[in-house]
């Protein structure tokens, strides 16, 4: 079943359901472009870095000016959206030709871990399609909604091979792009994560500046069948919040970007409505669980667009229980 089958049986019960297939139909396509400029790499001539830093205080590549403006060229070809909320920009972007009753905002993240790209490793685009509040005034304050209204949330893993990931609330479900018809086909229906799996993924190096919770969770699964929790666990991180939350759908663990008190003016260091929002989505609708350690994610209000927080996910057993560590 390719993407577009899928969507006119998996959306009819939604309202809007032909404007909702378009709409991800146009973000696929968003993601079968950047593919093609991810594939290029330096030959495409993007993946340089400019001078310029993003409002996050980053440095920008080419390739993430790039991902940025095809996806708003994209969105903006629908006329369903009437604003996006962009890793790359301060404030949102609002489409002048949207029509008079759009139904949608999106808050996405045209290409995470673009750092990757220097050594071909693999990078991805994170996607949030929102309800738009009707005849609301144009501000930052309509994209503040809590996760739970989320109508759709997906990703697109530019690796080995494209997959698109997505959830429209009835499931988390994964297509592969084929090379040859340049269609989405439905690889891997219906996702589930372990409730158990030994594994987590986090940036090791950051240790001396988690809370005492996060240390002695990691701290225990390091001790191995030696320690309190009986069991070996093995650690993997790609520096790509895509690139790891997907291998946590494909076969379980638990993904931790933990509090960092380094930065103490920071509650985390991903942001809430285009990176961690979405992620949880899918992953609860796979059946696994997502916190910042005290909180579900999807419960969260944001208190603005490029709001930082904690994040956990992946096999809900994991998560209860560094939920408890942090309850202690």
């Not at 501000?139 to 909604?145: H, N």
């Not at 992946?314 to 560094?322: P, R, T």
């Amino acid at each position: 079943m390719n993407l577009s089958d899928f969507l006119n049986q998996s959306c009819v019960t939604l309202s809007h359901s032909n404007q909702l297939s378009q709409l991800i139909l146009s973000i696929a396509e968003a993601g079968k472009q950047i593919a093609a400029l991810v594939a290029k790499g330096k030959l495409a001539g993007v993946s340089h870095h400019l001078d310029s830093i993003n409002v996050q205080g980053e440095a920008q590549m080419q390739l993430d000016i790039s991902s940025h403006d095809i996806f708003i060229n994209c969105l903006a070809a629908t006329k369903l959206v009437v604003g996006a909320v962009s890793e790359e920009l301060a404030s949102p972007h609002y489409f002048p030709d949207h029509l008079p009753d759009a139904p949608y905002l999106v808050c996405f993240d045209p290409l995470d871990g673009s750092s990757n790209v220097a050594f071909d490793g693999v990078v991805g685009s994170i996607f949030s399609i929102l309800p738009a509040p009707p005849n609301a005034v144009r501000s930052e304050e309509m994209f503040l909604q809590q996760g739970v209204h989320q109508i759709a949330a997906g990703y697109v893993l530019y690796g080995p091979a494209t997959m698109l990931v997505i959830s429209v609330g009835a499931g988390t479900h994964a297509f592969t792009l084929d090379p040859d018809t340049q269609a989405f086909e439905l690889t891997h229906p219906n996702l589930q994560i372990p409730a158990h799996y030994p594994e987590f993924a986090i940036n090791a190096s950051r240790q001396r500046y988690w809370e005492t919770p996060m240390q002695q969770y990691i701290a225990d699964c390091l001790a191995g069948e030696e320690g309190v929790r009986q069991c070996n666990f093995n650690m993997r991180w790609m520096a790509s919040m895509v690139a790891d939350v997907h291998r946590i759908l494909m076969r379980g663990g638990v993904f931790l970007y933990p509090k960092d008190n380094q930065v103490i003016d920071r509650a985390g260091r991903l942001r809430l409505l285009y990176e961690v929002s979405p992620m949880s989505m899918l992953i609860e609708q796979a059946g696994g669980k997502a916190s910042t350690g005290r909180a579900s994610v999807l419960d969260l209000y944001p208190s603005q667009i490029h709001q930082r927080v904690p994040a956990i996910l992946g096999s809900i057993n994991e998560v209860d229980l560094i939920e408890q560590y942090h309850q202690r």
